[in-house]
Each structure stands twice: as C-alpha cells, then as structure tokens.
C-alpha cells in the first residue's frame, strides 16, 4: 500500500476527501513540489530543480487521531547540528471543518511557495501551537 493511501486510511471521512484533494493540488502546483513521507503525515517544499536548491519553507501535515489534522508551517535551522525549527503557524482541521480553513490550506501553498512572506500568510494560520509537533 502507498504511503498515501496509509495516510489517508487513518482520517476520518470527511478529511479523507480533503486531504486527497490537497495531495491532487500538491501534484499540480508549479513550482513543483517535493513530498516527504513520514511515519506521522508528510512534508511539503519547494523542489529542487538545475536553477533553485530545494527550498527551506516546509508545511507538515500531521494527525492527531482519527478525525484531527494539523498543517504546520515552518523552517528548520540553518545549522546542520541543530534540530530547532522556526515556526510560522499551525492550521487545524478537523470533521466538519469548514471552507474557509480549507481555502487556508490552499493558501498554505501560496505561502509556502513565497518563503512565509507575511504578505501571503494565510487568514486562518494560527500563530499559538497547541499540539506537540512529531519529529519523525
């Protein structure tokens, strides 16, 4: 079975759909983007390409049981010792979540492909964490 199919076959319903229609976007988006799997969800950046290292931004998307999911939008050090990373805000979804956050998402994207300028940061971003981040 494919990591997305694992994925999605742990959310609730109504996330699932979600979520599978984010990944479609995913596919499509220029410029290209380059998914991690992970034990806990998958990360999302800018790929590499001839002209352009692989960008720094990173959205993770995560859950939390069955019926929440979290998009985290970060960056990691710079130093290849350190494992901090620099937060940019969480968004959370969950069943019965509403168009505007999935619209958020979507404009994770736009974020994430802009380097977290805040000019493109999306409404819905939280700016408190209130979950624990995995680090797998």
Same mark, same amino acid.
């Given at each position: 079975?494919s990591?997305?199919?694992?994925f999605?076959? *742990? ?9 599978? #229609? %984010?990944?479609?976007q995913?596919?499509e988006?220029d410029?290209? $983007? ?5 034990r806990? +969800? ?12 692989a +960008?720094?931004? *990173? $959205?993770?998307? %995560?859950n ?7 998009? %985290? ?5 710079? $130093?290849?010792f350190s494992?901090?990373?620099f937060?940019? #805000? =969480?968004l959370? =979804?969950?069943?019965g ?10 404009? #994770?994207?736009?974020? =994430?492909a802009?380097?977290f300028k805040?000019s493109h940061?999306?409404?819905? $971003? +939280?700016?408190?964490?209130?979950v624990t981040?995995?680090?797998?």
């Amino acid at each position: 079975m494919s990591e997305t199919r694992k994925f999605l076959a *742990r959310q609730d319903s109504d996330l699932r759909s979600i979520l599978q #229609g %984010f990944l479609e976007q995913i596919d499509e988006w220029d410029p290209k $983007l380059e998914v991690t799997w992970r034990r806990s +969800g998958f990360e999302v950046r800018i790929a590499a390409d001839k002209n352009n290292p692989a +960008g720094r931004p *990173r $959205l993770f998307v %995560f859950n939390e049981g069955a019926d929440k999911v979290f998009a %985290f939008f970060y960056k990691p050090s710079r $130093l290849s010792f350190s494992k901090d990373r620099f937060a940019y #805000g =969480l968004l959370a =979804l969950h069943r019965g979540t509403s168009d505007m956050v999935i619209d958020s998402l979507t404009a #994770g994207l736009v974020y =994430l492909a802009h380097d977290f300028k805040p000019s493109h940061r999306p409404e819905k $971003l +939280g700016r408190t964490i209130h979950v624990t981040i995995p680090r797998d």
